[in-house]
């Protein structure tokens, strides 16, 4: 297939533009990106779409993300992250079924390919999610997923013994470790190798020492990557000052950090914490609307990039959110770190553009096969289209995608050399059938956990 007559952003090494541009596709990968005119007279026999109008980005990566807490949208306004967990999701999540799990997967691949994500990175799906629904649903939808199964071996937060998760999922070693290495066998590298399975570990606290070193020490020898939330909320640092570290002390002293370890949040750091990022090349995933929504703080974005830490974005969770929209995410990246330093020149449009995908990539250990748009390369991308009152006119291409195009302006999504998103609709899933069976699941949760009439919000529903 050649895709032709669109602004292409690259984002290859020399960040090039072209208009009027063309992508030809054969099977799974990018056969050649180059001008409309080029591509077509080096290839008069290839089947064409035209996209003119639209400015084709690589596919999307978000570096952290709960699928199952979309069932939970809305369900936990406006409370701060430790009544967020303990009064409301982890009550939620504790009445999970393996279905809702499977459910659950569905909506948030569903919306994430719709609003242009086209690989993300599970953080920590518990067991009774049922973990082998999570892998079905990315094999059936076509979507690039790297899926952290949880570990850990204590229900406490911050080492609190009033901060504790729901009975319902508190895990122990087997349950979390061992099972994790039974899912890494069965189900890595699957669907054509669109499945990666990771470790997801949950945050100091929640794991022993021990734990931690011998999943750090498996990670190492099996090679298989790690992600973590890690000082999201003043409490983490505080509990890890108790223990006479920092946060990048304690995940050093238990062998966290490195190339192949993703951590979230990362709020609460200090000027040694950053430079340690740095020196063992530990990736961070920057989540601005969450940390804002929950009044968590704002990660020091600029001075880790300034360090040369690679940082990547995530929208984390729907209740904490409530939307599973990288590209609204973007745009909030791009604005928030100018009003906390008044400096407008901070966090530019272009490095917002990197960290939703080539940093992403970076992040995943997956750059030499996405995150742009490159020859050989997977063929996975987005084509926003432009025609429209709210984003004309424009003249910088990466500008209109970060600052005024939303996940609803998603023309078109290839995954894997495969169009998953055609005009706007779904081609592998029932989008009607996915949010009708989410509905559903998401009302039968909250009524077992008993917090139907706390949902509801603060003012009177009859």
């Known amino acids: 297939m050649l895709y032709t007559h669109a602004t292409i952003i690259t984002v290859n090494s020399s960040r090039e533009i072209i208009l009027d541009g063309a992508i030809l596709v054969h099977g799974n990968l990018i056969a050649a990106v180059d001008k409309t005119d080029v591509l077509i007279k080096a290839h008069p026999s290839e089947e064409v779409t035209n996209l003119e109008g639209r400015i084709i980005i690589p596919g999307l990566i978000s570096t952290h993300m709960h699928t199952a807490q979309t069932l939970l949208r809305g369900a936990a306004d406006d409370l701060e992250l430790v009544s967020w967990l303990c009064e409301r999701i982890w009550v939620l999540q504790g009445n999970f079924t393996h279905e809702d799990g499977y459910a659950a997967a569905r909506i948030s691949i569903a919306e994430m390919l719709l609003t242009g994500t ?48 729901h009975p319902g999922l508190i895990e ?27 470790f997801g570990a949950r945050t100091p606290g929640g794991v022993s020492d021990a734990l931690y070193k011998e999943m750090t020490s498996i990670s190492k020898s099996q090679g298989i990557p790690i992600t ?62 969450s940390n804002s929504k929950l009044a968590s703080g704002i990660c020091r974005v600029p001075e880790l990039l300034d360090a040369g830490v ?79 009152v709210h984003l004309q006119p424009y003249y910088s291409a990466v500008s209109a995608v970060v600052y005024c195009a939303t996940g609803k302006d998603v023309d078109m999504v290839v995954v894997d ?25 998401g009302h039968e949760v909250v009524r077992r956990a ?13």
């Open 417 to 441: 050399g495969r169009v998953v998103v055609q005009g706007g609709k779904l081609t592998t899933m029932d989008e009607e059938e996915v949010w009708r069976e989410g509905e559903r699941r």
């Open 228 to 289: 973590m939330h890690c000082a999201e909320v003043a409490a983490d640092r505080a509990f890890l000052k108790t223990l006479s570290h920092t946060p990048m002390s304690y995940c050093d002293s238990v062998g966290l950090l490195g190339p192949s370890t993703v951590l979230a949040h990362m709020v609460h750091l200090d000027d040694s914490d950053i430079a340690k990022l740095a020196e063992t090349k530990t990736h961070v995933a920057h989540c601005p609307t």
């Open 450 to 462: 008993g917090l139907t009439e706390k949902v509801k919000g603060r003012w009177p529903v009859r």
């Open 118 to 165: 086209t690989c993300f990175l599970e953080s920590m799906f518990a067991d009774r999610y049922g973990f082998d629904g999570l892998c079905r649903a990315v094999e059936e939808s076509g979507i690039r997923g790297c899926l952290g199964k949880i570990v850990m071996d204590s229900g406490k937060y911050a080492g609190d013994p009033k901060w504790a998760m």
């Open 172 to 198: 122990n070693r087997e349950m979390s470790l061992i099972g994790a290495l039974d899912m890494h066998k069965k189900w890595d590298k699957a669907a054509n190798d669109r499945i990666r399975v990771w």
């Open 310 to 388: 690679n940082v990547g974005l995530g929208t984390d969770g729907a209740p904490c959110n409530n939307t599973n929209d990288l590209l609204q995410e973007m745009k909030l990246t791009g604005i928030i770190h100018k009003a906390k330093s008044y400096d407008p020149t901070l966090v530019p449009a272009e490095t917002v553009m990197e960290m939703a995908t080539i940093n992403g990539a970076k992040a995943l250990g997956l750059e030499d096969s996405i995150g742009s748009l490159e020859v050989g390369k997977k063929a996975d991308f987005v084509a926003i289209d432009m025609r429209y």
